[in-house]
């Protein structure tokens, strides 16, 4: 979350208005191509500072999760939740909340873990007066 702090812009403006209504934004580099999400204001690839807003399809796979064991003081309440790396169809790796697993013991994690890549679905969620881009499991 520190990373909303250092997002400037109207098109960052853009993409969290978007979120209210549940529509999520990456963003594309107008010279080279370079998807990048979360949006940034300059492309990670050739370092262009024009970055466009481009609708994600939501699709993504999980990787690996955790139970989020150390939460951000706003979100301990939520504890414990799955936390873990997506990576889009689009191409960027997200760590963020995945909601459709379960987190009850290190033993069933772990037997989670096993199956991945597993299929996840994107979806905005609110929490702790933001809304949040999370992932569920594609069942
Ligand atoms: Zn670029």
């Given at each position: 979350m520190a990373e909303k702090k250092k997002m400037k812009g109207s098109m960052i403006t853009e993409f969290y208005k978007s979120l209210a209504k549940g529509k999520i934004y990456g963003v594309q580099c107008s010279k080279c191509g370079f998807f990048d999400f979360?949006?940034?204001?300059?492309?990670?690839?050739?370092?262009?500072?024009d970055m466009k807003l481009r609708k994600i399809s939501g699709d993504g796979e999980l990787l690996f999760f955790s139970?989020?064991?150390?939460?951000?003081k706003k979100f301990a309440k939520y504890h414990p939740y799955a936390y873990g790396a997506v990576e889009l169809k689009e191409g960027p790796t997200f760590f963020t909340q995945i909601e459709?697993?379960?987190?009850?013991?290190v033993k069933r994690i772990q037997e989670q873990n096993e199956k991945m890549p597993m299929k996840v679905k994107a979806k905005v969620k609110k929490m702790a007066g933001m809304n949040i881009v999370i992932f569920r499991v594609v069942k």
């Open positions: 979360p949006p940034k204001t300059a492309c990670k690839e050739c370092g262009y500072h139970s989020g064991n150390l939460p951000p459709g697993l379960d987190v009850s013991s």
